[in-house]
């Protein structure tokens, strides 16, 4: 298949509200070929990335909106004009490809259609741009509601996060410490010629200084290291862990932060992983077994606890909470296009829902880490304060620096909030709370 009709049928599926780019792409990358499979991936979440800009020019060039039966060849304009706008393509191959892939839709009438707007695109879209650049949408290529939030609460740091969005995520290795030392783990890359430097803020971080095949890399069949981005990694060693303890890890697809707590202490009494769907947990084994670790894992949703829970206490409880995932748009561009605005209080009541229902199997004494990739405050810190006043047992602790570093990120009035940082971490939230009581019964 040609790699531009597949990344507009994986992009059409998203436009129609029935898919991520997560779910309806890798389909669409079986059908093309090898060597196509990178161009593919870039055009689909290239295109997905600067979507808002593309839209908006789209916008000035057609004579009228498509309908949504038509979302394909909506999908494959915008292709076409991230092809021309943002990639090294030659303009007559990313017209005449473009253009020929509507026979394959089965709609010829598209061919003049696009084939003219893309030929329009290519001599007038510099002037064009230049006009809508006065809207932020355009200019920072997010949706109006995330633009306006951002804003709104983040006024003096907005324009920087939707840099940061837009911007290529960095390749980022956490190193197993059952095996080696961060350092000893940077020699190998260095004897092995991969140029990597160690992250601020997580001691077993290490960003690569450009992206590589991980099963190239040193030891990784024998679980050396795992790509996991550093603001992900804070959360093991925020939780304290110590030996005997017992621990719950919910909503721990896919499983990074379930193998990290198992590799930073090796004597916990156990670890107990959930998640909701039985497929997300496949992930979760398969990372599991690689590293040589165990967990009992658990289908099920956190906030039954009647369904999935023994009656043991944990003593320490991993909350990585469902979310709008605002702080990692950069790795899943396409949230630009199917989170909205009516999505983060619906999110908030789930997170104070899922919190409610376990604390109570927290111990007394315990900690609950509560986190999420989410850049609004609605979904972190007004869900913790909320939680806090509803929960007399529940206090806040203070979030200390890690690896001889200042705490990451900004404190805010409950918890410390990553922003995105170009070439460094995710957006990321995380509050620790401490049970010095139980409910009253």
């Not at 092995?192 to 992206?211: E, F, K, N, R």
Request: with cysteine.
């Amino acid at each position: 298949m040609n790699p531009r009709l597949a990344a507009a049928k994986a992009l059409a599926a998203v436009l129609n509200g029935k898919a991520s780019l997560n779910s309806s792409l890798p389909t669409q990358l079986d059908k093309v070929e090898d060597r196509d499979r990178g161009f593919t991936q870039d055009l689909a979440f290239g295109t997905a990335r600067w979507q808002p800009r593309l839209s908006a020019l789209a916008a000035k060039l057609l004579q009228k909106p498509f309908k949504a039966a038509d979302a394909d060849v909506e999908a494959l304009l915008l292709v076409g004009l991230y092809q021309l706008l943002y990639t090294r393509v030659p303009p007559h191959a990313a017209i005449g490809e473009t253009v020929g892939c509507a026979d394959k839709l089965k709609k010829p009438w598209a061919k003049a259609l696009l084939n003219a707007v893309l030929r329009r695109a290519q001599r007038e879209s510099e002037t064009l741009l230049a006009e809508l650049e006065h809207d932020p949408v355009v200019r920072t290529a997010h949706p109006r509601w995330l633009q306006k939030s951002l804003k709104a609460f983040w006024p003096e740091q907005w324009e920087a996060i939707c840099a940061a969005n837009n911007a290529h995520p960095p390749m980022i290795l956490r190193v197993n410490r059952r095996h080696h030392s961060r350092d000893a783990y940077l020699g190998l890359l260095s004897a092995a010629g991969v140029a990597a430097t160690p992250c601020v803020y997580s001691q077993d971080g290490i960003v690569l200084d450009a992206a590589a095949d991980v099963r190239g890399l040193p030891g990784f069949a024998e679980g050396w290291i795992s790509v996991q981005d550093e603001a992900a990694q804070l959360a093991a060693d925020l939780l304290d862990l110590a030996p005997g303890q017992r621990v719950l890890d919910a909503c721990c697809a896919p499983g990074g932060k379930t193998c990290h707590i198992l590799e930073v202490e090796p004597k916990l009494a156990g670890v107990v992983a959930v998640d909701l769907e039985a497929k997300r947990l496949v992930r979760v084994r398969e990372n599991l077994e690689r590293l040589g670790l165990a967990a009992e894992l658990i289908a099920a949703d956190g906030r039954d606890t009647q369904a999935w829970w023994d009656g043991k206490p944990f003593q320490r409880i991993l909350l990585d909470a469902p979310c709008s995932a605002t702080g990692v748009i950069r790795r899943h561009p396409d949230i630009k296009l199917t989170r909205q605005a009516d999505d983060i209080a619906a999110l908030a009541q789930l997170q104070g829902e899922l919190l409610d229902a376990l604390w109570p199997t927290l111990d007394v004494g315990g900690i609950l880490l509560y986190a999420t990739c989410s850049t609004l405050p609605t979904e972190n810190t007004a869900v913790i304060e909320a939680f806090l006043g509803r929960t007399p047992g529940a206090r806040e602790l203070d979030i200390a620096g890690q690896n001889g570093q200042p705490a990451a990120g900004l404190k805010q009035p409950h918890g410390r909030q990553l922003l995105a940082q170009q070439g460094g971490h995710d957006g990321f939230y995380y509050a620790k709370l401490i049970k010095i009581a139980a409910a009253r019964g």
